[in-house]
């Protein structure tokens, strides 16, 4: 099969599961684990299953030079954004939190310009401008409270914050792609996650009834680790050796609708009009702020 088919269909599956993991992950908190101990148990997990795939490969040495740029993907990739999408989780809602995940192509845009200092048209800063304002809608415009949803603003700004993390990351790692096997990076990206996110959630972790667990719940918890962790990375950074960043972006558009999907069939969450109308500014800042300028015509 063609190594390009393989990889949208790697990055749809990354996508997809994604947006069933919002229900899934937030099923579970806080009455089954606090979010700080299912982080330790997602890159803990994930950091085991890596080191145990790349026994089955070749090694590779990592260039002194790198190490800094690998610590940095791992605070920004699997530390931070984790941090604060998981903890955003436990206070907001599916729906909210996969909406909020599409403003990462716009802050992609913005942090590469900031930091590569690449040009903005004034298209892509309109888009930029409604991408933001759509986050903001969320953030000041939502309900405060809702079942099993504390805190519904203070979740929505902790996703914008992952977001921004999020893309931090996909910007530091994009050199390592290239130079290094994704077994190798991600095995490395992972212990190290581990070892910075345990003294924040090994409390939570013993706090586990985990003899009191169903096989539902332990299932639930298996598909976070196994699926949403091990496997999109995985599959995501496949992606990216085989497709642009801009195109493994676009498709992120489709976790906000299978996470809608999935929240409604499953009763975890309703749809609004503020929430409806901050996807749709949150959309249109996409679509302006990565269209890509048509080329002038060439006059004879």
């Known amino acids: 099969m063609d190594k390009r088919l393989i990889a949208i269909l790697a990055a749809t599956a990354t996508e997809t599961i994604y947006g069933i993991n919002h229900t899934v992950a937030k099923g579970?908190?806080?009455?089954?684990?606090?979010?700080?101990?299912f982080i330790v148990l997602r890159v803990g997990g994930a950091a085991i299953?890596?080191?145990?795939?790349?026994?089955?490969?070749?090694?590779?040495?990592?260039?002194?030079?790198?190490w800094w740029r690998i610590l940095a993907c791992s605070v920004f990739g699997m530390v931070l954004n984790m941090l604060m999408f998981f903890k955003g989780l436990s206070l907001s809602t599916p729906i909210n939190s996969a909406v909020s995940m599409t403003i990462t192509p716009v802050l992609l845009l913005l942090l590469t310009a900031?930091?590569?200092?690449?040009?903005?048209?004034w298209i892509k800063s309109l888009g930029i401008v409604l991408g933001l304002s759509g986050a903001l809608v969320l953030i000041l415009f939502q309900e405060k409270t809702q079942t099993n949803a504390p805190n519904i603003p203070l979740g929505n700004l902790l996703f914008v914050l992952n977001a921004i993390s999020y893309s931090f990351y996909l910007i530091l790692v994009k050199p390592l792609v290239s130079k290094y096997k994704a077994i190798t990076l991600l095995k490395f990206f992972f212990l190290i996650a581990f070892c910075i996110n345990l003294p924040f959630g090994f409390s939570e972790v013993m706090q586990v009834q985990w003899a009191q667990l169903g096989f539902s719940e332990i299932g639930q918890i298996i598909f976070v680790v196994v699926a949403t962790t091990f496997l999109t990375y995985l599959f995501n950074i496949f992606a990216l050796k085989q497709l642009s960043p801009s195109t493994v972006g676009v498709f992120i558009y489709l976790q906000p609708v299978v996470a809608t999907i999935f929240a409604i069939l499953a009763g975890a969450d309703t749809l609004n009009a503020i929430r409806i109308?901050?996807?749709?500014?949150i959309f249109m800042g996409v679509f302006l702020s990565t269209r890509k300028p048509k080329k002038s015509a060439i006059r004879p």
């Open 114 to 121: 900031v930091i590569l200092r690449e040009r903005i048209t």
């Open 277 to 281: 109308g901050a996807a749709c500014l």
């Open 49 to 66: 299953l890596f080191w145990i795939l790349s026994l089955f490969t070749k090694s590779e040495k990592i260039a002194p030079r790198d």
């Open 28 to 37: 579970l908190m806080p009455h089954v684990i606090q979010p700080f101990g």
